[in-house]
């Protein structure tokens, strides 16, 4: 799977959108963008995932650049709630590979300041 | 409602000991791993499961095991071989078919401290 990076920390003021990066430059042409979150001490969370397409859902949208060497997580109207570590994971999405695990680097922290 | 459970949240164990983590899920997923999780990093994998009475070793298995005698659970022994094993231990399971809706959703976890 390809490597990402994020930047590790991130603040964001409440109602305001947050804007969250990734690089995946050596992404191949058949592996998904996915993001996550985990909030303190909890399991992480599903959150969106991507080919090429921007994706939109009831939780934020994913915008990929045309290269796919990157990409952007949106989260419209940040909340409290949303202070947590974001993680970018690339992934391949073939038939039969179900077995595969996600690697989930260390994220970027998000801080959502009232 | 559907998901992931693990218990105990919190678990304390003398050095030395063998300790096993519960996780159990009511998803109907084939699939289902275990990860480490230490202060300020990111996740780890120790063993996954892809069927049942079947599992293979990830990154960190060493001084772990591992049984899926049954579909819904998966649970994992911390021997005492594991040096450092105090940490937020994950467990997780994905459906079996393929695609790219096959992500994986955790459980709660459980932290472990090892006294």
């Known amino acids: 799977d390809a490597k990402t990076t994020q930047p590790p920390s991130m603040d964001c003021a409440e109602g305001r959108a947050a804007n969250l990066p990734c690089n995946h430059s050596t992404i191949s042409g058949n592996e998904y963008v996915y993001w996550y979150r985990q909030i303190h001490s909890q399991g992480p969370q599903y959150i969106i995932h991507?080919?090429?397409n921007n994706e939109t859902n009831e939780m934020a949208s994913l915008i990929i650049t045309e290269d796919r060497k990157s990409s952007t997580l949106i989260l419209p109207h940040a909340t409290l709630r949303d202070t947590a570590v974001y993680y970018c994971i690339v992934r391949v999405a073939v038939k039969d590979n179900y077995g595969q695990n996600f690697v989930f680097g260390p994220g970027t922290r998000l801080s959502v300041l009232p | 409602d559907g998901g992931i459970t693990q218990s105990p949240k919190y678990l304390f164990r003398k050095e030395g000991q063998n300790v096993t983590l519960s996780c159990e899920q009511n998803l109907n997923h084939d699939a289902m791993y275990w990860y480490r999780q230490d202060p300020g990093q990111g996740l780890r994998l120790i063993y996954y499961?892809?069927?049942?009475?079947?599992?293979q070793k990830g990154d960190i298995a060493e001084g772990y095991s591992v049984s899926r005698e049954k579909k819904e659970s998966f649970p994992l022994t911390v021997t005492s071989a594991q040096k450092n094993p105090t940490a937020f231990y994950l467990c997780?399971?994905?459906?079996?078919?393929?695609?790219?809706?096959?992500?994986?959703?955790f459980g709660p976890g459980t932290r472990l401290t090892v006294l």
């Open positions: 991507g080919l090429k």
């Open positions: 997780a399971s994905s459906a079996n078919w393929g695609g790219a809706y096959n992500e994986q959703f």
């Open positions: 499961s892809q069927i049942v009475n079947d599992f």
